[in-house]
């Protein structure tokens, strides 16, 4: 047998349940992984509200995590039983013990990287190289606007767009959170809760505002985003920690400067192996050569998964925050 976390019916952190399942052998292109480390992911906590919906009730949780393989299915080749693995764009039930999921999913895990650190970058870090890599190919000096900069896909852009040479504006919602920033390498930060953004990017920019805004926060900050993008400029919304970005009039962006606008995912950039294990291995080259450091400031057992997701949802976690099963 081997335990998972799983819910029954949406709602909050108090929905989820650890059970036992049992240990299956995996199917024709699958793999089962025994993990070792689970990444934690504010998408997580989409799924168990109904934000997104799952395929089926009761479901697993997560699609981060890195361990070693423990059984091949027919078909499968470029695994086997006992390589280092690593994943973050596979089906919902990280949050387990073991992960059975189809072998296109996973790339290799190199020597240098921990399984620790796979499991807290992977989808954070995959979704960090599509941003600044893929989605806008970020420049050097390029000044951006970053939402959400000392949170876990924050923390790795800090350092990715300093690495690439390009000023990025932290926006944050505290003193503490401004502070990690800047120390991972944001150009200049904006507290939310003190601070009139668009104000602030108005003065750092010299009036020409930002030809790029990543905001993954959504709802509330939607406006705020509008109004710092620079004529013909790009904001890219990944993410809805305050919930969805609905009645979106196209005509706004017309108004304000001829804008675009982008809702991408990560399994739409990760959508072949081969570009999966393409973006993998550029940032575990990022991590080996020390331009990124994986920040990892909340480790919590399996079975505390709900409280891991109330810090999250509350805004207590920096960084990433890995659970150990």
Same mark, same amino acid.
């Given at each position: 047998?081997?335990q998972?976390i799983q819910?029954?019916?949406?709602?909050?952190?108090?929905?989820l349940e650890?059970?036992?399942?049992?240990?299956?052998?995996?199917?024709?292109?699958?793999?089962?992984?025994?993990?070792h480390a689970?990444g934690?992911?504010?998408?997580?906590?989409?799924?168990?509200?109904g934000?997104y *919906?799952p395929?089926?009730?009761p479901?697993?949780?997560? $699609?981060e #995590? /890195?361990?070693?393989v423990?059984? !091949? +299915?027919?078909?499968?080749?470029g695994?086997?039983?006992?390589?280092?693995v690593?994943?973050g764009?596979?089906?919902?039930?990280?949050?387990?013990?073991?992960?059975?999921l189809?072998a296109?999913?996973l790339v290799?895990?190199?020597?240098?990287?921990?399984?620790e650190?796979a499991a807290?970058?992977?989808?954070?870090?995959l979704?960090?190289?599509?941003?600044?890599?893929?989605t806008?190919?970020?420049?050097?000096g390029e000044?951006?606007?970053?939402?959400a900069?000392?949170?876990? *896909?924050?923390?790795i852009?800090?350092?990715?767009?300093k $690495?690439i #040479? /390009?000023?990025?504006i932290g926006? !944050? +919602?505290?003193?503490?959170k401004?502070?990690r920033a800047?120390?991972?390498?944001?150009?200049?930060?904006i507290?939310?809760?003190?601070?009139?953004?668009?104000?602030?990017v108005?003065?750092?920019?010299?009036g020409?505002?930002c030809?790029v805004?990543?905001?993954?926060?959504?709802?509330s900050?939607?406006e705020?985003?509008?109004?710092?993008?620079?004529?013909?400029?790009l904001?890219?919304?990944?993410?809805?920690?305050s919930g969805?970005v609905?009645?979106?009039?196209l005509?706004?962006?017309a108004?304000?400067?001829?804008l675009y606008?982008t809702r991408p995912t990560?399994a739409?950039?990760?959508?072949?192996?081969e570009?999966?294990?393409?973006?993998?291995?550029?940032?575990f080259?990022?991590?080996a050569?020390?331009?990124?450091?994986?920040e990892?400031?909340?480790?919590?057992?399996?079975?505390?998964?709900a409280?891991?997701?109330?810090q999250?949802?509350?805004?207590?976690?920096?960084?990433?925050?890995?659970?150990?099963?």
């Amino acid at each position: 047998m081997s335990q998972r976390i799983q819910f029954s019916q949406h709602g909050g952190p108090e929905v989820l349940e650890q059970v036992d399942v049992p240990v299956t052998a995996p199917g024709a292109g699958e793999v089962r992984v025994r993990n070792h480390a689970i990444g934690l992911n504010f998408i997580d906590t989409y799924f168990r509200s109904g934000l997104y *919906v799952p395929p089926s009730l009761p479901s697993g949780l997560g $699609a981060e #995590g /890195a361990g070693e393989v423990e059984a !091949v +299915g027919e078909g499968v080749s470029g695994f086997q039983v006992g390589d280092r693995v690593a994943y973050g764009t596979g089906p919902l039930g990280a949050y387990g013990q073991h992960h059975t999921l189809p072998a296109r999913h996973l790339v290799k895990l190199p020597d240098a990287i921990s399984y620790e650190q796979a499991a807290a970058v992977m989808l954070k870090g995959l979704t960090t190289q599509y941003l600044l890599r893929q989605t806008h190919a970020l420049q050097a000096g390029e000044i951006v606007l970053f939402h959400a900069a000392a949170g876990g *896909v924050g923390s790795i852009a800090c350092q990715w767009a300093k $690495a690439i #040479g /390009a000023k990025l504006i932290g926006v !944050v +919602g505290s003193t503490d959170k401004a502070e990690r920033a800047k120390a991972l390498g944001a150009w200049a930060t904006i507290d939310r809760t003190r601070e009139d953004v668009v104000q602030r990017v108005l003065e750092l920019t010299e009036g020409k505002k930002c030809p790029v805004v990543y905001d993954s926060v959504g709802k509330s900050s939607w406006e705020i985003s509008l109004d710092c993008v620079a004529p013909r400029g790009l904001l890219v919304s990944f993410g809805n920690a305050s919930g969805a970005v609905t009645g979106v009039n196209l005509g706004v962006l017309a108004q304000k400067g001829s804008l675009y606008v982008t809702r991408p995912t990560l399994a739409g950039y990760a959508d072949t192996a081969e570009r999966l294990q393409a973006m993998a291995s550029e940032l575990f080259e990022m991590i080996a050569s020390g331009k990124i450091k994986v920040e990892i400031d909340q480790r919590y057992p399996l079975a505390e998964a709900a409280e891991a997701q109330r810090q999250l949802a509350a805004g207590k976690t920096t960084g990433s925050t890995i659970l150990l099963p």
